[in-house]
Nanobody
Framework: QVQLVESGGGLVQAGGSLRLSCAAS???????MGWFRQAPGKEREFVAA????????YYADSVKGRFTISRDNAKNAVYLQMNSLKPEDTAVYYC?????????????????WGQGTQVTVSS
């Protein structure tokens, strides 16, 4: 069983930055990882994904050029660097483990989820 714990969320001004971390325990070997977010009253949406090797990344259009996903397999960790934050980025951010090694934006492709960390961007 895989357990994921997100951290690094908080309150930041528009234009500011945050770095989210996802610490994993259990088996993540060979799996792509992703970040999703969910704002109040909205469906959970894809943010970014990274392949097992880290060589392939995929971003939602809404965050492309502002967010960077990375991973450190030796530490069993995934990160999301969030720059130029906007109020519409406000959401609970979730880390998730894909079912295979390839990146995906499809929620149902992910098997394990963290508890989420709140990101609030003030205007």
């Amino acid at each position: 069983q895989v357990q994921l714990v997100e951290s690094g969320g908080g309150l930041v001004q528009a234009g500011g930055s945050l770095r989210l971390s996802c610490a994993a325990s259990g088996r993540t070997f060979g799996y792509a990882m992703g970040w999703f977010r969910q704002a109040p009253g909205k469906e959970r949406e894809f943010v970014a994904a990274i392949s097992w090797s880290g060589g392939n990344t995929y971003y939602a259009d809404s965050v492309k050029g502002r967010f960077t996903i990375s991973r450190d397999n030796a530490k069993n960790a995934v990160y999301l660097q969030m720059n130029s934050l906007k109020p519409e980025d406000t959401a609970v951010y979730y880390c998730a483990t894909d079912r295979d090694s390839q990146v995906s934006s499809i929620l149902t492709e992910y098997a394990y989820w963290g508890q989420g960390t709140q990101v609030t961007v003030s205007s």
